[in-house]
């Protein structure tokens, strides 16, 4: 196909591309692949790259960020069990630490949608 498949930004702009490839008898290389990359792309918002291997590499750092991030969530929860194993919270820093939590859930929540969490999980697992 050449340099039109280098230049693609969209499902739609690649299902095209596949389409006039597949008249000529060939195929866009890693059609299934991408398509997939480009789905979880669209749902969460994020512009492509134009090729394959950028929205590869693109996907894999939102998933190492959404990874981190969680991460990190995970880690501030801990801290704030141990606070509270070890008495150090006083009533009003039991409030503190239930806003806190709630403010972090609603990151979570507000930071990533379900369908790129899934995605990631679905991903997560193949590695």
């Known amino acids: ?6 230049e693609i930004k969209s499902i739609d702009e690649l299902r095209k591309a596949q389409a006039a490839s597949q008249m000529q008898g060939g195929s866009v290389p890693n059609y299934n692949q991408w398509a997939e990359v480009l789905e979880n792309l669209q749902t969460a918002g994020i512009e492509s790259t134009g090729s394959y291997e950028g929205d590869v590499r693109l996907q894999s750092q939102i998933i ?3 990874e981190n991030y969680i991460q990190e969530v995970q ?15 006083t009533k009003l820093d039991e409030k503190t630490s239930q806003d806190k939590d709630q403010v972090i859930k609603a990151n979570v929540a507000n930071a990533t949608s379900s369908v790129i969490m899934a995605d990631y999980m679905k991903y997560y697992h193949l590695f």
């Open 64 to 66: 190492d960020k959404i």
């Open 75 to 89: 880690e501030t929860q801990r801290q704030q069990e141990l606070k509270a194993e070890n008495g150090e919270n």
């Open 1 to 6: 196909m050449g340099d039109n498949v280098e």
